[in-house]
């Protein structure tokens, strides 16, 4: 991909694998690497809120997106996470991952404090007026300062370096005011949608592509949904979403997130190690009957083999209580046996 064609396809937020000591497992990041690009996706995004950014130090950070960038050998391009708290050190990041070959980076709207539209477009200005590397805004109203359609437009028109959008916010409607503003202005300018709930929809509408976490896990699902949505091939895509649909609404917001994607990325073979936030007893506990129903619903889709004592036919959740207990404790045994738990 030249640095001058639009951002396309779906770019996978990838999970870091830990040891149990917390520290990063470079090996194991490696091989889900090379498993990414194997199973179909258009470009990782190291760094993002599935990759738990905050919960890694600085350093931390840019050593992640170097044993990315070097595992992947330009294979695909990476679209790097370079928010760091505060604008010198996030223009020192891009400058960093300029320097490793990345496509380009992702930087979201400043986050605890909440700004203004001037200042979130104040923010971006700066960034961008100083950064070599091009600029993906990243909005994710959740958790961070929204920016709004004034803004983006303002930001396209004045900053050659801002070459696109992640938004995460799910609206449909709003990506559409943004398309609307946008594109007339910058042809080039790329639309990626940050929630795999919508990723069909969201393409139907103009979006280029997307960074859905559930790309990390099923990566083979979201790339052929996004084949099928392009071919217009869409009774075929619909079906798919509605899969993915349940998938990710299990792993999304069944725990604390991105444990439910690290629980399930394990169920593919992927040793993931613990997530680096502590889990209370009762959290854990509820990991392991989402880890059962996410077994579920990857068998279903021929992922993975069912759990022992077999699924329900809502996956996993028609079985009396007694049974669960059952249930629960063979399949830690059985994820003991492979090593995952």
């Avoid at 990243?138 to 437009?153: E, G, K």
């Avoid at 929630?195 to 083979?220: F, K, R």
Wanted: proline residues 6%; negative net charge; hydrophobic residues 40%.
């Amino acid at each position: 991909m030249s640095h001058n064609q639009r951002l396309r396809g779906i770019f996978t937020p990838n999970i870091v694998p830990l040891h149990a000591d917390g520290e990063i497992n470079e090996a194991e990041t490696r091989r889900y690497v090379d498993w990414l690009i194997d199973h179909g996706v258009h470009g990782l995004y190291p760094n993002g809120s599935t990759g738990e950014f905050l919960r890694f130090t600085a350093e931390e950070r840019r050593r992640i997106i170097e044993i990315i960038a070097d595992q992947t050998r330009g294979r695909v391009p990476i679209l790097a996470g370079a928010a760091e708290a505060n604008v010198k050190e996030t223009i020192s990041a891009c400058e960093h991952y300029h320097s490793l070959g990345c496509r380009a980076v992702a930087i979201v709207s400043p986050f605890y404090y909440k700004l203004s539209p001037a200042g979130v477009y104040a923010y971006f200005k700066e960034i961008a007026d100083h950064s070599p590397i091009d600029i993906t805004l990243y909005n994710i109203p959740l958790f961070a300062s929204p920016i709004d359609v004034p803004t983006v437009q303002r930001l396209a028109e004045e900053c050659p370096k801002v070459v696109a959008i992640k938004d995460s916010s799910g609206d449909l409607p709003h990506m559409m005011r943004m398309i609307a503003a946008v594109r007339p202005l910058r042809p080039e300018f790329a639309f990626l949608t940050g929630w795999d709930a919508a990723l069909m929809p969201m393409i139907l509408i103009g979006c280029d592509g997307g960074t859905n976490a559930t790309s990390g896990v099923v990566p083979e699902i979201t790339r052929k949904l996004y084949d099928l949505t392009l071919a217009g091939r869409l009774d075929e895509a619909r079906d798919l979403q509605y899969r993915l649909l349940t998938l990710f609404d299990a792993m999304i917001y069944h725990s604390e997130f991105p444990e439910g994607f690290r629980a399930a990325l394990s169920l593919r073979g992927i040793q993931t190690g613990p997530g680096r936030q502590p889990q209370s007893t009762v959290q854990q506990q509820g990991l392991v009957k989402l880890r059962d129903q996410l077994q579920c619903l990857l068998a279903a889709e021929g992922f993975t083999e069912e759990p022992l004592g077999g699924c329900g036919v809502n996956g996993g959740e028609a079985i009396d209580a007694e049974q669960v207990a059952k249930i629960v404790q063979n399949v830690v045994g059985e994820l003991k046996k492979r090593g995952i738990a």
